[in-house]
């Protein structure tokens, strides 16, 4: 079955610390990863996506992830976290042909001045 | 510019009522979605529509469930009935074109509680 997890639920940072959110999927053949942000009050956003080529993407607001195939995982990572990245963090997946997105549970970061 | 938009943001229905719920996308997009997204968890897809066709209502998890599109732009989701486990934040989101590369755009959500 097709599947996102994220095994982080709920993390905690000092501002200036290193994130690494986790994410692993089940999917048959090709696919797109996604990684979503929602601010608090806000619409969920696109953070970065990839769909082919360089296994590292870069997105905005200095984040990043890298695929790795043989792992089925796209880690979000961002060296220094700031306060406002406080949100919750989707990961999502779709596959070439098909284009619901499957999204995992979330990882809700919360950074502390 | 304007982005996608639902009404209302927020229902309190009675178990048994109908409720509609009502998305619009950004202008000229052609694929709309609904997602489902319960307290506590990642959305889940409901339905598909390209232009005015629902190509996909695998997620529609029960036949209380039914989306329009008629005219290609402005979707309708109702459900009738309704139920407890119906209460839930509904999503709609739309994107340019049809095709898995394309960034899906998500409005605020209706958060509908049945009581």
């Known amino acids: 079955a097709q599947s996102v997890s994220q095994h982080n639920h709920h993390v905690i940072l000092s501002e200036a610390a290193s994130l690494e959110l986790g994410c692993n999927y089940s999917?048959?053949?090709?696919?797109?990863l996604f990684w979503y942000v929602q601010y608090p009050g806000q619409h969920l956003q696109l953070l970065l996506k990839?769909?082919?080529?360089?296994?590292l993407v870069k997105g905005i607001k200095g984040f990043e992830a890298e695929f790795i195939k043989s792992k089925f995982s796209f880690n979000l990572r961002k060296p220094s976290v700031q306060w406002s990245d406080t949100a919750e963090y989707f990961c999502?997946?779709?596959?070439?042909?098909?284009?619901?997105?499957?999204f995992g549970t979330g990882t809700r970061l919360q950074v502390f001045p | 510019g304007a982005g996608v938009s639902q009404s209302p943001r927020y229902k309190v229905a009675k178990r048994g009522q109908d409720v509609a719920l009502r998305c619009d996308p950004i202008?000229?997009?052609?694929?709309l979605f609904w997602y489902q997204q319960a307290l506590g968890q990642g959305p889940e897809f409901l339905t598909y529509?390209?232009?005015?066709?629902?190509?996909?209502k695998s997620g529609l998890p029960s036949d209380r469930f039914f989306a329009e599109r008629p005219e290609g732009s402005v979707s309708t989701l109702k459900i009738q009935r309704t139920q407890q486990e119906d209460s839930a934040v509904y999503l709609c989101?739309?994107?340019?074109?049809?095709?898995?590369?394309?960034?899906?755009?998500f409005g605020p959500g209706t958060r509908l509680t049945v009581t």
């Open positions: 529509f390209q232009n005015e066709a629902q190509l996909d």
């Open positions: 999917y048959g053949g090709t696919v797109n």
């Open positions: 990839y769909f082919s080529g360089d296994p």
């Open positions: 989101a739309s994107s340019l074109a049809a095709g898995s590369g394309y960034e899906q755009y």
């Open positions: 202008s000229g997009h052609v694929s």
């Open positions: 999502a997946v779709n596959g070439r042909g098909t284009d619901k997105l499957i």
